[in-house]
């Protein structure tokens, strides 16, 4: 049964730290999507890359938040310093297109809390 | 606003008919609507999507309105396993991108 998986499944930090959040598409699958779910918001779109590349980046605090993919396995998060307001699950998920993904697989999520 | 508008939540009765309505009058024509589910503590779970037509799966059914300012999703029998959050989604500017509304709590009594 292919998952997507993330890692760290919770992750408590203070003010100002680095977080790495992971994720590991489904094998096979070339687009990944990152996203962010608070009560207030609700689910928003962060990022996407297909094959790797970025293609979207609009929904993402640049100045403290940064997506990439290091190769097809793996998908990574980074908020540098983190913030209380960026407390919040974020959500992996990943598709297979080949124009379109019209399927999105998501992961269990990572639970973000900053002090 | 792109954002899907849906009630907050409803009630329905195991093994009868539910249908959850979602809003999204600024759609345009190359944008897809998409259903998914969320149960505590997991992730959002796929369940159906469309574009202009009506579309059936094993999980559900889609009702999408002449003018596709708004959609209908449909399970025929409700089940225990049904109860979860059910977010309504569109696509936005004919990319994959997905914008999902606030979502609507379902629960189904036994």
């Known amino acids: 049964d292919a998952r997507v998986t993330q890692t760290p499944r919770d992750k408590v930090t203070e003010m100002g730290q680095e977080v790495t959040m992971r994720c590991q598409p489904i094998?096979?699958?070339?687009?990944v999507f990152w996203y962010r779910q608070t009560m207030m918001q609700g689910l928003e779109l962060l990022a996407y890359?297909?094959?790797?590349?970025?293609?979207?980046d609009s929904g993402m605090p640049k100045d403290r938040f940064s997506a990439e993919m290091p190769d097809a396995t793996l998908a990574t998060l980074k908020i540098q310093p983190s913030e209380p307001r960026d407390s919040a699950v974020y959500f992996c998920?990943?598709?297979?297109?080949?124009?379109?993904?019209?399927?999105?697989?998501f992961g269990p999520g990572t639970r973000l809390t900053v002090l | 606003d792109a954002k899907t508008t849906q009630p907050n939540s409803m009630e329905s009765n195991e093994e009868e008919p539910v249908h959850l309505p979602c809003n999204h009058s600024?759609?345009?024509?190359?944008?897809?609507i998409h259903w998914y589910r969320q149960l505590p503590s997991q992730g959002p779970e796929y369940v159906i999507h469309?574009?202009?037509s009506n579309v059936n799966n094993r999980m559900a059914s889609l009702a999408i309105a002449e003018d596709r300012k708004s959609s209908t999703l449909i399970l025929h029998r409700a089940t225990l396993r049904d109860a979860a959050v059910y977010y309504c989604?569109?696509?936005?500017?004919?990319?994959?991108?997905?914008?999902f509304g606030k979502g609507m709590k379902l629960t189904v009594n036994p």
């Open positions: 998920a990943s598709g297979s297109t080949g124009l379109r993904t019209d399927t999105q697989y």
């Open positions: 094998l096979g699958h070339n687009t």
């Open positions: 890359f297909r094959n790797r590349a970025p293609l979207d």
């Open positions: 600024t759609i345009s024509g190359t944008d897809y």
């Open positions: 469309g574009l202009t």
């Open positions: 989604a569109r696509t936005q500017g004919g990319s994959e991108k997905l914008v």
